[in-house]
């Protein structure tokens, strides 16, 4: 599966193509190393390495994934709370459904 990496219009290196070189490197090493080690490298990417833009590239890819994942994570924490709730019967007992929570 390909997914293709999107530059922002509004960056300041939208038109460099390391820039788009380090969000595609970002893309495929998040395939092999966690989001946590991602961030280290793009870390050392920031301070080490000699093209900005390709810092700036995938430091933005890393920023996104973690977006996503917060995103997903929050989804997902929704979606098992209202099984829970369903589960135990909760969510059509009349305490539940009632508009007055003080019995």
Known sequence: MSLMTFDHINNGYAGDPAHSIGRADAY?????LTLDQLTIR???????????????????????????????????????????????????????TRKDHTA
């Not at 977006?67 to 997903?72: I, K, N, P, T």
């Not at 709370?81 to 007992?93: I, N, P, V, Y």
Request: aromatic content about 6%; hydrophobic content about 45%.
């Open 28 to 32: 495929d090493d998040a395939q092999t």
């Open 42 to 96: 793009a870390g050392m990417y920031a301070d080490h390495h000699p093209a900005l833009a390709y810092a700036m590239g995938y430091m933005d890819r890393v920023i996104e994934m973690r977006l996503e994942q917060d995103a997903v994570a929050a989804a997902e924490a929704e979606l098992a709370q209202t099984w829970l709730a369903r589960k135990q019967g909760r969510e059509t007992s009349s305490l539940h």
